[in-house]
């Protein structure tokens, strides 16, 4: 089994008498700098002017315009957008890091498709938490954590590894377990779980189910209530007990239907997309395709937003969860559950 660091084995003296910025107060940013500052680290923000940095204010953190942030820093984690970093490392990073500090990432896309190039001069790591932002803080506060990877791309100061394991103890991960990576695996997997799993495996299946009852003359709210709403009640069993815990719970007849239908659904000839999207991703073709889109502004991607949420199974689903005022929208709004 692959080597997992936890809080108690994490030395974090290297980390203490260094400044850290983290640019960005979005979903992972806020997270960070506030653990980070809760965990005894001194920690600046960097922002622009807006409703991120009034946000970062009425908490409390020390806040700053992104070149000032960063020249003061030997730790700068960039925590914006991935489409926004190229730019505003360009403009506002680069040129106010210090030679010796770290440049770090909690997702690898823009170092490893080289959307950011790092001087030579600067270490440069990634620790990824594996779930989203708000968790971060909230099972931080509980005194837990989110598990990490983390990873070292370039190496110059000698401790650019102890730092980043020091960080991931700072978010709380040492709490939950610090696995070490590489920016291509963090990228390929995390990328590769969001578009054939997680993400856009699981709302294709979800349509696809809704799509056949309804097709079939069944009442869309039965079927709503079938390939979405029980979904999540179905995953908190794997979630906690892995397939099998998940299968002690449901019917044997439902387990019957489970191995001998499943594998008709999901088959070898899925496995041969999985395996397209896959190369896709590790030959750089899904990457170049994203930055171009951005590049356009969005055309397809606002197209295909628009055309998805207007579909039934959206429209039926606001309808009923209205009526189940124990489903939080609040929970909905956290983005980015996977990875990512
Ligand atoms: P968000 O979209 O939540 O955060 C955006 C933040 O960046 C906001 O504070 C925004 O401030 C700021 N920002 C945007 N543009 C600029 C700019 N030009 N100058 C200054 N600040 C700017 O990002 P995420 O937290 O989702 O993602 C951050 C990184 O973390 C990404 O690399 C992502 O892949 C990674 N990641 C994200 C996860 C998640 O849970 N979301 C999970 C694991 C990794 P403003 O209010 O001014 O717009
Ligand atoms: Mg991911
Ligand atoms: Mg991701």
Known sequence: MAEVYYHNDIKDEVLKNKKVAVIGYGSQGHAHARNLKDSGYNVVVGLR???????????????KNVADAVAEADVVMVLLPDEHQPKVYQEHIKPNLKAGAALAFAHGFNVHFNQVVAPDNVDVFLVAPKGPGHLVRRTFEEGAGVPSLFGVEQDVTGSAREVALAYAKG???GRAGVLETTFQEETETDLFGEQAVLCGGLTSLVKSGFETLTEAGYQPEVAYFECMHELKLIVDLMYEGGLEGMRYSISD??????????????????????????????????????????????????????????????????????????????????????TH
Request: charged fraction near 35%; avoid cysteine.
């Open 171 to 173: 978010i709380g991960s």
């Open 253 to 338: 007849t439902a387990q019957w239907g489970d191995f001998v239908s499943g594998p008709r659904v999901v088959n070898e000839d899925t496995k041969a997309r999985m395996k397209e999207v896959l190369s896709d991703i590790q030959t750089g073709k899904f990457a170049k395709g994203w930055i171009l889109e951005n590049q356009a502004n969005r055309p397809e991607f606002n197209a295909i937003n628009a055309r998805e949420n207007k579909h039934q199974i959206e429209e039926v689903g606001k309808e009923l969860r209205e009526l189940m005022p124990f489903v939080k929208k609040s929970q909905s709004k956290e983005k980015e559950v996977v």
């Open 49 to 63: 002017k807006g409703k991120s940095w009034d946000q970062a204010v009425d908490d409390g953190v020390d806040v």
